[in-house]
């Protein structure tokens, strides 16, 4: 069993409103030393089967499919046993 | 001409689309429910608004993978009119019918109030009994109707004439280049996020949408 994590965040360019007013408000917490805040969806998943077995390719398509709106989102995956 | 509004688990303006076609438009209507799959005795079919499946994921994903929804594609690819209000706007973007993408609006709030609209382009079977570039009141109620597209796509919808509504005054969602609603190449499919079903009769406060429905009448008629 492939255990798969899956991270959507806003697409370089599109606006990411959330990340944008909690960046505001750790600068008014203080803490002035960082920046580019991103909010995002985070996704874990089962699939039947192990790394290098396809299991790449299909999380891949997935997010294209469903997981993301390639539109307006960026998506990054994670495979392990 | 016959009327269909899809009924997803969610919608919530389906009873107001169906009274603005039935009771205003005084033309036959059904309600389809989302795993219809017959659809031929339709001449327009209206994806209302509402919060399909929970707005889960992102607003509109869930019910693009509807059973109806395939015969609403292969409905709009016969020249079948199409119109998604609000979330169907949201779903119609999803299903790639429209291009583009709804995007948080950018203050972060659910916006809920009469604007002031201009019709952009009224060569299209949803807007010729408008006036060109007439400043229309509809209301709007959206979390997600922040229209975003890349530059190219923007360029062409611009190009194409494909804008046919665009905030007016004030910008409420921070959508690219004041979009409201847009329209395919062929101009049979129009997604827009204000409402013009709640400004379909006096008493409703606005009748700014009711040319909507009856410019579609006109253009079946015709």
């Known amino acids: 069993m492939a255990k798969v994590k899956v991270y959507v965040t806003a697409k370089k360019g599109v606006l990411d409103p959330q990340g944008k007013i909690v960046e505001q408000a750790l600068h008014s917490l203080g803490y002035k030393n960082l920046s580019n805040v991103k909010i995002g969806k985070y996704i874990e998943l089962e699939i039947k089967g192990s790394k290098g077995q396809g299991v790449d390719g299909q999380v891949n398509e997935m997010c294209k499919k469903l997981l993301a709106n390639p539109v307006i989102e960026d998506y990054r995956f994670e495979v392990a046993e | 001409m016959r009327f269909g509004v899809v009924v997803f688990p969610g919608s919530n303006c389906d009873h107001d ?3 603005a076609v039935h009771d205003v438009l005084k033309q036959p209507v059904e309600f389809i ?5 017959k659809l031929d005795r339709f001449d327009c079919i209206i994806l209302p608004g ?3 499946y929970g707005d889960y994921l992102r607003t509109g994903a869930i019910a693009r993978f509807s059973p109806v929804m395939e015969k609403i594609k292969l409905f709009a690819g016969r020249g079948g009119l199409l119109i998604g209000i609000c979330n169907g706007f949201q779903i119609l973007t999803e299903a790639g019918l429209l291009p583009g993408a709804l995007h948080k609006n950018k203050n972060l709030s659910f916006i809920c109030k009469h604007v002031n609209l201009k019709v952009e382009n009224i060569a299209t079977p949803f807007t010729n009994k408008y006036k060109k570039s007439q400043i229309v ?4 109620a959206h979390g997600e109707g922040n229209y975003t597209c890349d530059a190219d796509t923007l360029k ?3 190009k194409n004439k494909q804008i046919v509504f665009t905030y007016y005054g004030e910008n409420p969602n921070g959508s690219a280049a004041n979009i409201a609603g847009i329209c395919n190449k062929k101009r049979n499919v129009l997604g827009m996020m204000p409402h013009p079903e709640r400004a379909s009769e006096a008493i409703l406060g606005s009748e700014d949408g009711f040319p909507l429905f009856k410019s579609i009448l006109h253009s079946f008629s015709k």
């Open chain 2, 17 to 19: 689309c169906f009274d």
């Open chain 2, 33 to 37: 429910w989302h795993g219809e799959t």
């Open chain 2, 50 to 52: 509402g919060f399909s």
């Open chain 2, 137 to 140: 009141n509809i209301p709007i």
């Open chain 2, 156 to 158: 062409d919808l611009k």
